[in-house]
Structure formats: structure tokens, C-alpha cells
């Protein structure tokens, strides 16, 4: 896919690529790659159940600048993207891209419903959740893989301005960096509700601000482990800057 101007009816080979990312999904087939060319896309994307790799060209330059450059701007009109329905045995994933300028009222950056992808070297910035919580990320039922990404600089006017995490979902979060997130309740960084366990493993959680409480983590009726992480310079105007734990964490 392209930003150069090209028909989302094109071909999709290089002399006459997809200009929409939505349209490579659309036409993919399980194992296949749909390679996203550096440039601005503005969409908000739908990802069914689909065994395919979505990718920057950092998948084989592994130039972390071709990050920064590839990037979805979802213009404050709904998730940025939204996975559907995948289960357990679907490998998606979704790699090296930008993730920003979503708003929606669960998961401005990405809402997981059902599914357990691989999210990995992603930058998820600059997005909103209104009343259902999780500005970055959103999960429900979903156990993915969150590896070296960057949630920054998210909003959520309820819980977990970075991620939100709920009803049976077990996270993994690796290499990662959680910062200047924001909420006006419980878990400015990370929040989890009713989840089996959220693994935390060689990250960082800092600079997160809660108008409530837990400033960098809130976790209710679930389990959470930390390995070898910084959760650091956080705040909450009620209780908790770091931690909060509460009804049967």
C-alpha cells in the first residue's frame, strides 16, 4: 500500500499499489504480508480473523526512523484500528507503525475484542477514550503480546489512559515504555479489571497521571506480575501514585 496517490482498486504490486491500508487487509490471504510504504494514512481500520502480518518497512530494514515515518492518524473518529474476533489460534499481527490521533469511547488507539495478536514495535500516541476507557489500548477478552512499543502522551476521560485490560484478558507486556498517559479515574498507565494475569516483563512505567487513583497501574480482581521493570514518577491526585490494588488484586 501507498500514500502516492494510487486507486484502492490497484493491483497492489509495486507499480500500482493500494493507496488505502484497509484494502490490502480486505484482499489478503492468511500467511500473506501487507507491506505499508512510509507516508501518512488516514484511516480507521477493521481487522477480522485473519492470519497475516501487517507491517512498516522496518519489518526487514529494522530502521527504527521508518517507524515514525509509516504512520495511521485515525482523525479523532474512532479507534485507529479494531480487531475482531480472532480467538486464540490466529496469528495477526501488527508491526513497526505509528498509532495515532484516535478517538472513540473504548480504545482510541486500538480496541481487541477477542483476540490474542502480536503488537509489536509499535508507537501508539496521542489518542482518547471518552466514557469506556483505554486512550491507547483497549482489550476485552483478549490476551496479546505487546512487545517493545511505546504508549505515550494517551487520554482517557474514565480508566487506563494507556491501556485498559478487562474481562479475562492476560496480557504480556515486553521492552515496553507505558509514559505521559493520562486518566480522570483509576490507572493513568495500566489499567485491569476481572483479567486473569497482566505480565509486565523489562519495562518502564513512568510520568503517567491519574486524577484518581493509581497513577501508574490500577489493578481490580486480577493478577499482576512485574519482572524486572521500572514503574517510576507516576502520580494520582487521591491515592497511589505507583500501585493501586484494590478489591481482591
Same mark, same amino acid.
Given at each position: 500500500?501507498?500514500?502516492?496517490?494510487?486507486?484502492?482498486?490497484?493491483?497492489?504490486?509495486?507499480?500500482?499499489?493500494?493507496?488505502?491500508?484497509?484494502?490490502?487487509?480486505?484482499?489478503?490471504?492468511?500467511?500473506?504480508?501487507?507491506?505499508?510504504?512510509?507516508?501518512?494514512?488516514?484511516?480507521?481500520?477493521?481487522?477480522?480473523?485473519?492470519?497475516?502480518?501487517?507491517?512498516?518497512?522496518?519489518?526487514?530494514?529494522?530502521?527504527?526512523?521508518?517507524?515514525?515515518?509509516?504512520?495511521?492518524?485515525?482523525?479523532?473518529?474512532?479507534?485507529?484500528?479494531?480487531?475482531?474476533?480472532?480467538?486464540?489460534?490466529?496469528?495477526?499481527?501488527?508491526?513497526?507503525?505509528?498509532?495515532?490521533?484516535?478517538?472513540?469511547?473504548?480504545?482510541?488507539?486500538?480496541?481487541?475484542?477477542?483476540?490474542?495478536?502480536?503488537?509489536?514495535?509499535?508507537?501508539?500516541?496521542?489518542?482518547?477514550?471518552?466514557?469506556?476507557?483505554?486512550?491507547?489500548?483497549?482489550?476485552?477478552?483478549?490476551?496479546?503480546?505487546?512487545?517493545?512499543?511505546?504508549?505515550?502522551?494517551?487520554?482517557?476521560?474514565?480508566?487506563?489512559?494507556?491501556?485498559?485490560? $478487562?474481562?479475562? %484478558?492476560?496480557?504480556?507486556?515486553?521492552? +515496553? !515504555?507505558?509514559? /505521559? &498517559?493520562? #486518566?480522570? @479515574?483509576? =490507572?493513568? *498507565?495500566?489499567?485491569? $479489571?476481572?483479567? %486473569?494475569?497482566?505480565?509486565?516483563?523489562? +519495562? !518502564?512505567?513512568? /510520568? &503517567?497521571? #491519574?486524577? @484518581?487513583? =493509581?497513577? *501508574?497501574?490500577?489493578?481490580?480482581?486480577?493478577?499482576?506480575?512485574?519482572?524486572?521493570?521500572?514503574?517510576?514518577? /507516576?502520580?494520582?491526585?487521591?491515592?497511589? =501514585?505507583?500501585?493501586?490494588?484494590?478489591?481482591?488484586?
Amino acid at each position: 500500500v501507498s500514500t502516492d496517490g494510487s486507486d484502492v482498486s490497484g493491483s497492489g504490486t509495486s507499480v500500482d499499489p493500494f493507496a488505502s491500508i484497509q484494502k490490502g487487509i480486505d484482499l489478503a490471504l492468511n500467511n500473506d504480508v501487507v507491506l505499508v510504504s512510509p507516508g501518512t494514512y488516514h484511516e480507521n481500520i477493521i481487522i477480522g480473523d485473519k492470519d497475516i502480518l501487517v507491517t512498516s518497512e522496518y519489518f526487514s530494514s529494522i530502521d527504527t526512523s521508518t517507524i515514525n515515518a509509516t504512520i495511521i492518524d485515525g482523525d479523532s473518529s474512532g479507534s485507529v484500528i479494531t480487531i475482531l474476533n480472532q480467538g486464540d489460534e490466529a496469528q495477526f499481527e501488527l508491526r513497526g507503525l505509528t498509532i495515532r490521533n484516535g478517538e472513540a469511547t473504548y480504545g482510541g488507539g486500538i480496541a481487541c475484542f477477542d483476540s490474542s495478536p502480536t503488537l509489536q514495535d509499535l508507537n501508539i500516541e496521542s489518542n482518547k477514550a471518552t466514557t469506556g476507557g483505554g486512550g491507547g489500548m483497549y482489550l476485552i477478552q483478549s490476551s496479546p503480546n505487546i512487545l517493545t512499543c511505546k504508549l505515550q502522551n494517551n487520554i482517557s476521560e474514565d480508566v487506563g489512559g494507556g491501556l485498559y485490560a $478487562k474481562d479475562n %484478558s492476560a496480557a504480556i507486556i515486553k521492552k +515496553s !515504555v507505558i509514559s /505521559n &498517559n493520562s #486518566s480522570n @479515574s483509576t =490507572g493513568a *498507565g495500566i489499567f485491569t $479489571k476481572n483479567s %486473569s494475569i497482566l505480565r509486565i516483563i523489562r +519495562s !518502564v512505567v513512568t /510520568n &503517567n497521571t #491519574s486524577s @484518581s487513583y =493509581g497513577g *501508574g497501574i490500577g489493578i481490580r480482581e486480577s493478577q499482576l506480575l512485574i519482572h524486572n521493570s521500572l514503574i517510576a514518577n /507516576n502520580s494520582a491526585t487521591t491515592t497511589a =501514585g505507583g500501585i493501586y490494588y484494590y478489591r481482591n488484586a
